[in-house]
């Protein structure tokens, strides 16, 4: 199991960018896939992005592709989630997840995931 610590939310305009950050606790991290999703008032959660335990594979939703970049350090336990270009619809809770098992691909459903934080508001003013 892994504890996971969202921060990095705020209140931003249109056109800046901001920086996700979510520590992770136990010692399954490194080897689990980690990922970004985000939840809009009165919408599903949705995927963002994933990235690959060790070898830096990554996953992008279309609608963020080009403009949010997601990365990790294995050696702090953390990973990031760059979003430059904010638009207004990027409006959400952003939830860190982790899956820890071994698989092929990147998953992107939200179902495969096992452990999840508990969020960081990001705001976008348009």
């Known amino acids: 199991q892994v504890q996971l610590v969202e921060s990095g939310g705020g209140l931003v305009q249109a056109g800046d960018s901001l920086r996700l950050s979510c520590v992770a606790s136990?010692?399954?991290?490194?080897?689990?896939?980690m990922g970004w999703f985000r939840q809009a008032p009165g919408k599903e959660r949705a995927f963002v992005a994933a990235i690959s335990p060790n070898d830096g594979r990554t996953v992008y939703a279309g609608s963020v592709k080009g403009r949010f970049s997601i990365s990790r350090q294995n050696a702090k336990n953390t990973v990031y989630l760059q979003m430059n270009s904010l638009k207004h619809e990027d409006t959400a809770v952003y939830y860190c997840?982790?899956?820890?098992?071994?698989?092929?691909?990147?998953?992107?459903?939200?179902?495969?995931?096992?452990?999840w934080g508990q969020g960081t508001q990001v705001t976008v003013s348009s």
């Open positions: 136990g010692r399954t991290f490194s080897s689990s896939t």
């Open positions: 997840a982790a899956d820890s098992h071994r698989r092929l691909g990147i998953p992107t459903r939200r179902d495969l995931y096992d452990d």
